[in-house]
């Protein structure tokens, strides 16, 4: 399972089997039980993690109601980027929503491998530069697309997520009631679209 991390840096640059050695030795693997906390709103965000198996759910609380705005799934870094860079108290919670376990990252560590491989900083850079652009490409979506279009959007690049994570959180992360969730899933079926299989929450 460790291997999935090499991988994931593999796809950005080529590796050396040492310097592929070196990140599987720094790697600090987790096994957290569904419902864990990484982080709490109002704590500092010390750590990045890379799901390996599992699930993990980015959730606000407005008006004493859980808000998700995120899921993360194997192959994805989970972190709260604005907290971890500015050392200041993140405003949203990420949990798990399965069973999940993670390799976890902290700044010693990274300097750690910049010392011994300084070609991991730009790697890493690059790395970040693309969770930069699936947050914004997410904030994007809610800033444009309706319900119905996010939906869509999730079925097509994300239809796992349909088996993982129950209707009212679904719900909350297009930004609808689970009732109006179910009105979008009837009415893409009346138009001949495949609806995705509903779980039970």
Request: glycine share 4%.
């Amino acid at each position: 399972m460790k291997q999935k991390l090499v991988d994931y840096f593999r796809r950005i640059a080529p590796l050396s089997d040492e310097e592929a050695q070196a990140i599987l030795d720094s790697m600090v693997v987790k096994s957290c039980p569904k419902g864990t906390h990484l982080l709490m709103a109002g704590q500092v965000c010390t750590e990045a993690y890379f799901v390996l198996q599992g699930c993990v759910r980015q959730y606000y609380v407005v008006d004493g109601e859980e808000r998700s705005n995120g899921f993360f799934t194997e192959d994805d870094w989970v972190l709260s980027i604005h907290s971890l860079m500015n050392q200041t108290p993140a405003d949203h919670f990420l949990v798990c929503a399965e069973d999940t376990t993670v390799v976890v990252g902290n700044a010693q560590r990274e300097q750690d491998l910049y010392r011994r491989f300084p070609r991991f900083e730009s790697i890493s850079r690059m790395a970040m530069q693309k969770v930069l652009a699936e947050q914004q490409e997410r904030l994007a979506s809610y800033l444009t697309d309706s319900p119905e279009q996010r939906y869509l959007k999730l079925s097509k690049t994300r239809p796992e997520i349909f088996q993982r994570i129950p209707q009212y959180q679904l719900a909350s992360y297009i930004g609808v009631k689970p009732e109006s969730l179910s009105r979008i899933r009837k009415r893409i079926a009346t138009r001949g679209k495949p609806a995705t299989p509903r779980r039970k929450a």
